[in-house]
């Protein structure tokens, strides 16, 4: 007899811009333990030098991951991986079982002043942060910008994982995770131009997970 295991699809978790798959261990771990459950590590994410990558590098790397399953995926996004899952779902219905998307980044953010200039404030914050090598200092204080649940996030993973997680977040930060923040407005642009429709992928099973970080329009987008 076919277990669950066999029969379930894979599910394929996109973190969301900077972010790293640490951050999303614990709640893998409370997930039903039959699921093949894959976490990917962009790989802008720990490069050090590089370019501002398009939406298309994103979308060619999330392929690899999800065509090596040989089965559709459901995808699993949160903010910019969100986005990300959507587009793709859009593009390759038929590689994709169904969509989660947690506070996932609507396309319309693109040509939003307001949100244009937080995310700018945002990249230039950690920027210079990281150029007086404050990251460290920072995240021992649990005072790291754009982390703000940081103390909560620490209790509920505990405290060797949270060790890992920190090790990683720095990582992180030396690496690619601010040229993925300036990267989430210009994938979002180009988002609104392809021409996959999302009607594409109409019918597909999709929950919705808000904290209303974009306000209350953002699941119209979704």
């Given at each position: ?44 994410l ?10 298309g ?53 693109a ?64 690496g ?47």
């Amino acid at each position: 007899m076919a277990s669950v295991r066999d029969e379930a699809p894979a599910v394929v978790v996109l973190t969301g811009a900077g972010d790293i798959p640490e951050s999303w261990m614990a709640v893998r771990d409370r997930l039903d333990p039959e699921l093949h459950i894959a976490i990917p590590q962009r790989r802008g994410l720990i490069d050090r030098d590089g370019e501002i990558r398009t939406l298309g590098d994103f979308l060619a790397e999330l392929d690899e991951s999800v065509i090596s399953w040989a089965r559709p995926v459901v995808l699993v996004g949160h903010s910019f991986g969100g986005l990300l899952a959507q587009v793709y779902a859009e593009r390759h219905p038929d590689r994709v079982a169904g969509l989660v998307l947690v506070d996932a980044t609507p396309r319309a953010v693109a040509h939003h002043k307001g949100v244009a200039i937080g995310f700018a404030i945002s990249a230039r914050i950690m920027s210079a942060i990281r150029a007086v090598g404050a990251i460290r200092p920072l995240l021992a204080l649990r005072a790291l910008p754009l982390c703000p649940e940081q103390r909560r996030f620490e209790q509920f993973i505990g405290r060797e994982r949270t060790k890992v997680w920190r090790a990683a977040v720095l990582a992180a930060c030396r690496g690619g995770a601010i040229r993925e923040l300036r990267a989430t407005l210009p994938a979002a642009a180009e988002a609104t131009e392809l021409d996959a429709s999302p009607s594409a992928a109409a019918g597909m099973p999709v929950a919705l997970v808000t904290s209303r970080a974009y306000g209350d329009e953002w699941g119209r987008d979704a």
